[in-house]
């Protein structure tokens, strides 16, 4: 059964990268992996050293200790074997205006070999109709989904993504999500960075947290949520009246009051515990639930600076 299988090889290995501007280091101890056909996440404050560790994956940047493999190949010697097996998305202002859009997919496809037909990838991207447009007059989702393709067009097996949604509006981050999910689908392997917590937690399969060039967590959204989430939230309104008396209560941990809005933490089955307490007591909130950790609990309690 699927227990036996194989893991994939991993596409990517990383082993204690570190990488220094001048007297700064940016990257002191980054580990990771990343398998072959995964969403995999590299989540981190501004600063944290996120691009510096993908830029260097790529060989745009030189290296200072650690290994690195990608795609089997080390980015220090040959950079320009991983460059045509790698897609990897332009920033905002890498094109000119007035280019055509079926202009600048031709030239990013004839730079491999075997690269895909950029009327196919058009199409794919719904793009169809703008193969004559000039980049400067696409809408911004327009020019996001064309990057996209843009990362695409050698056909790669490996495609890097850096902060793709940030300045998207929120329905134009959706349809990037289900962009990003048909790469996948497509069998190329995904390494997504970004700051946004709900991205990461809906994208990706695995992820790690980069701190301050080192790396803080990482595993599954869920796994980390269950980790570092901080267990169970019960939540609901009470007007007045000392609740302190919930704390005694089995699987409670913390009771904390914010004007009217009550939160309890816990573990374990606690929503049904402080639920008969409160009635036992004659309290029934209408608005009595429990609250789901996300990322963002995580990523807070991993990153959050030590008070001096
Ligand atoms: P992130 O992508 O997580 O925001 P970066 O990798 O861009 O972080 O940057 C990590 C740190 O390295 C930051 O403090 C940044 O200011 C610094 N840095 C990045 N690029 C350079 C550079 N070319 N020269 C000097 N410092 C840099």
């Known amino acids: ?3 036996l299988a194989p893991m994939p090889a991993p596409v990517v290995t990383v082993a204690n990268l570190r990488k220094r501007y001048g007297n700064f ?11 072959e ?3 995999f996440g590299i989540l981190g404050p501004n600063g944290a050293g996120k691009t510096t560790t993908v830029e260097s994956l790529q060989g745009l940047r030189s290296i200072e200790g650690g290994e690195v493999s990608v795609l089997g190949f080390d980015p220090r010697t040959n950079a320009a074997e991983i460059r045509r097996r790698i897609g990897s998305q332009l920033q905002e202002s890498a094109l000119p205006d007035r280019m055509k859009v079926w202009e600048a997919l031709d030239l990013f496809g004839s730079l491999r070999a075997g690269g895909r037909d950029w009327r196919e990838l058009l199409g794919d991207w719904g793009l169809g109709h703008k193969s004559e447009a000039r980049f400067g007059s696409l809408s911004g989702g327009q020019q996001q989904r064309l990057f996209v393709a ?13 902060e793709m949604t940030t300045g998207l509006d929120p329905a134009s981050r ?13 069998g190329t392997t995904v390494v997504l960075v970004t700051h946004f917590m709900d991205e990461a937690e809906t994208l990706c399969d695995r992820l790690v947290v980069i701190d301050a060039g080192t790396v803080v967590a990482q595993g599954s959204p869920q796994g980390l949520i269950a980790r570092y989430g901080g267990g169970a ?6 007007g007045d009246g000392n609740l302190t008396w919930l704390r005694n209560v089995p699987h409670v941990t913390d009771v904390q009051r914010n004007r009217d809005r009550v939160e309890v933490r816990g573990d374990g089955p606690v929503l049904a515990y402080v639920a008969a307490a409160l009635v036992e007591r004659g309290i029934a909130p209408v608005d009595l639930r429990q609250e789901r950790a996300t990322l963002e609990d995580v990523f807070l309690a991993l990153t959050e600076e030590e008070p001096e």
């Open 1 to 3: 059964m699927g227990s």
């Open 25 to 35: 280091t940016a990257v002191s101890d980054v580990s990771f992996d990343v398998a």
């Open 37 to 39: 056909g995964e969403i």
């Open 150 to 162: 843009l990362a695409l067009a050698n056909d790669p097996q490996l495609v890097f993504l850096d």
């Open 174 to 186: 959706r349809v990037a999500w289900e962009l990003i999910r048909r790469i996948r689908e497509q």
């Open 233 to 238: 939230r019960v939540c609901f309104s009470h």
